[in-house]
Each structure stands twice: as structure tokens, then as C-alpha cells.
């Protein structure tokens, strides 16, 4: 079972993510929050768009370690040191997403943030997953 977007049509049509998200019970995976990070920690990529496909990348790597895939994602959120540079590479992110995750967007939130946890990271991802 995967989870299912639900957008409603009061809402303005979702871009990049959906409104809500109906879970079926089964077991729930809290994905730690993912930057840019290579295998030795080294954070990798030169803009924000590079950086969201690695981080999104390591966060579907903890999912598929534990046992789910990217259609059992249910949230996710998105810490962004710069959301004005975050929004101008939308179309490069979304393109990201879609070659890694394929095209179900879970409920997602972007948050602007003054500083990650490691000083050269622009962007990290933390998710919520239901597995069957």
C-alpha cells in the first residue's frame, strides 16, 4: 500500500507537493533530517539544486534501508538557508525529485532557516514514511 495525495479543489492546485496525505496503518519510519553529504560526511554539490538531489538522495537510502521506497513517504520537510535561491531553482529541483522519486509529491513544507547543523549545507530533508 502507498500513501495517497489528496488534493482538494478549493485549494490552489499543489506544485511540487500535496495538500494532504492519507497513510494506511502499518509501520512508521522518521528519517532523520539528510543534507548534501558524501560517504566520509563531505558536504558535495555547488548550489542548491545539486544539494537537494544528494540530500534527497541519502534520505531515500535511509527509507530503502528500512525496508520503504519513495511511495511510502508521507512528509517531508525541507530546511533552506535561502529560500529566494531554493524557489529560483524550482524547476531543477522538481526534475530531482522526479528522477529519484518519480511523480507522487508526499505533504511537504519548505522552511527558511538561518543555518544548518554543518556551515556549508544549503538545504536538508527530513521525512515521515508509512510501510505496509
Do not use: K
Request: no cysteine; aromatic share 6%; net charge negative.
Amino acid at each position: 500500500m502507498t500513501a495517497e495525495p489528496v488534493n482538494p479543489p478549493g485549494l490552489a492546485a499543489p506544485s511540487g507537493f500535496s495538500h494532504a496525505v492519507v497513510a494506511p496503518a502499518g509501520r512508521l519510519v522518521f528519517l532523520a533530517g539528510q543534507t548534501a553529504t558524501d560517504g566520509s560526511g563531505a558536504i558535495t554539490g555547488d548550489d542548491v539544486a545539486a544539494q537537494f538531489e544528494r540530500a534527497l538522495a541519502n534520505l531515500l537510502a535511509a527509507l530503502r534501508a528500512a525496508g520503504g521506497g519513495p511511495e511510502h513517504l508521507a512528509s517531508v520537510t525541507i530546511y533552506a538557508t535561502d529560500l529566494a535561491d531554493y524557489r529560483a531553482h524550482g524547476r531543477e529541483i522538481g526534475a530531482a525529485w522526479r528522477r529519484l522519486a518519480g511523480p507522487r509529491y508526499p505533504a511537504m513544507a519548505a522552511v527558511g532557516v538561518s543555518r544548518l547543523w554543518d556551515a556549508a549545507a544549503l538545504v536538508e530533508l527530513q521525512g515521515v514514511a508509512v510501510l505496509p
